[in-house]
């Protein structure tokens, strides 16, 4: 059911690769709402050519950008702004990557290198596209940007790696951009952290299908997938949500403030 909570919305998604991909689900529900979007991701999940399925539904240009390159990410929003004729009104950030989760190599033997391109990637890009839309003044006062994270974030999880690292800062730099953008043009940022998720990123980490399983015995909820998270984008991209900014919104089905459940303890003693 759609309540028009984005009508008259503008707004660009990062980050949706395919049906599996959160970004995917929020693009299409922030359009079933109202919104009118423009898709972006890197020249490489381009090549793909899953993202032209879903902007055919949702009637939305896709503008390429390398998450790393400034110039990239100023092209955007200067075509994004011709496209729209104005401003955006909401932004996703659904962006991260390890290569030291890709190759298996353990945290503590980390190569550097893998680990600076997956900072860049996964943190420091929301820094540039925050930096980029203040410069060009591209999001309408009471705007609100998202950015996706994980409770791995404040606590360990075996083989998340330095993804860890990653959402720690990016967490960080929502706060600070928070109440940058929030003093500067009343713009909104918030992190959500999502219950594990089935995405091409989560089914990079090695042992995924445990967390999943040990989150739903730890939830008096259950794991919240995919469409939920949509349907909480949305909700933060609306205007019932103006005066929420520099949060970390955990949206888990009560995970996170949960310390041990009777299932948890039934299977630990089998």
Known sequence: MAYN?????????????????????VAQRAVQEGAEIVLSNAPIAL????????????NAPVIGADVTNGDDINNL?????????????????SIGMSVNVRKNIPYF????????K????????????????MKHDAINEWGSVLALSYIAAQRYFPGYNDMADNKAVLESIARNFGYEYGMAKKVRVNTISQSPTRTTAGSGVKGFDGFIEFAEKMSPLGNA???QCADYCVTMFSDLTKMVTMQNLYHDGGFSFTGVTQAVIDQMAK
């Open 5 to 25: 909570l984005l009508k008259g919305k503008k707004g660009i998604i990062f980050g949706a690769l395919n049906e599996q991909s959160i970004a995917w689900k």
């Open 47 to 58: 090549r793909m050519g899953e993202l032209n399925k879903l902007a055919e539904e949702c």
């Open 77 to 93: 929003f200067t075509k994004t702004m011709e496209h729209f004729g104005g401003k955006v009104d909401f932004i996703l950030h």
């Open 109 to 116: 033997e980390n190569n550097y290198e893998f680990t600076h």
């Open 118 to 133: 997956g900072f860049d990637i996964s943190a420091l890009s929301l820094h540039r596209i925050l930096q980029a839309a």
């Open 225 to 227: 997938d995919a469409d």
